[in-house]
């Protein structure tokens, strides 16, 4: 058995009596227990606009806001927080390219994905991203088909983490719809990215499917 794949530390990981009885495939884990136990999930109550923690479960001034500009809502679900461990995570397979990490999550986001709805649209990346990192990053998280509705316009979109919260919430729309989208007309799609941070990107993309005819959008990314 190999190492985790994070720190390279022991996985020291029997599979159980009822792993071995289960249908299917037994798969190991691919981070240790103290890998995984670093990534922290947002606890309860949740805003049910942007899902991070809200007093008594109220909409959050910040989801208040998309929704006083579209109308309506995008209910994102965020599988975890964007805490220093996922920091460091995204930096090594996002911008260092490391695309075996794409393992840490895929599972999780899988069936997150499956449980929320059949169609999913991810977030896109540049042709300039592709031919530098060689992959979007979203799409390796998730093994499951998914309709490519949203290009990029131009070569470059722009880093995000290199804008402070006022640039980002400035950012134009730097997304197009594919001639794949019309298919989505009257459709529930559940929308995925990697990142949360002010919504700006989210609503970008949500708003050109609303645009195409979409009656529900749901949201899942993998932090927030």
């Not at 479960?57 to 209910?75: H, T």
């Not at 059949?118 to 991203?129: A, I, N, Q, R």
């Not at 998914?146 to 983490?161: F, Y």
């Amino acid at each position: 058995m190999t190492g985790c794949c994070l720190c390279g530390g022991n996985l020291a990981w029997r599979p159980t009596l009822l792993e071995l009885l289960r249908w299917g495939d037994v798969r190991p884990p691919v981070i240790c227990a103290a890998c995984q136990a670093s990534f922290a999930p947002w606890p309860a109550p949740h805003c049910p606009g942007c899902g991070r923690t809200s007093a008594q479960g109220q909409l959050c001034a910040e989801c208040r806001a998309w929704q006083d500009q579209f109308g309506r809502l995008v209910p994102v679900t965020p599988c975890y927080q964007y805490n220093q461990a996922m920091k460091a995570f995204m930096h090594r397979y996002k911008f260092q390219g490391d695309y075996q990490l794409r393992r840490v999550f895929q599972a999780e986001l899988t069936a997150r994905a499956g449980q929320l709805g059949s169609l999913v649209v991810t977030v896109p990346v540049s042709t300039e991203t592709m031919a530098t990192r060689g992959f979007n990053q979203v799409n390796g998280l998730l093994a499951l088909n998914r309709v490519a509705a949203l290009k990029v316009k131009g070569q470059r979109k722009g880093r995000q983490a290199e804008k402070d919260r006022a640039a980002r919430l400035a950012t134009p729309q730097p997304f197009a719809l594919t001639k794949a989208a019309q298919s989505l007309a009257g459709q529930s799609v559940v929308l995925v990215d990697d990142v949360y941070t002010t919504g700006r990107t989210f609503y970008h993309a949500a708003s050109l499917l609303w645009q195409v005819g979409c009656t529900e959008i749901r949201g899942l990314v993998l932090a927030s």
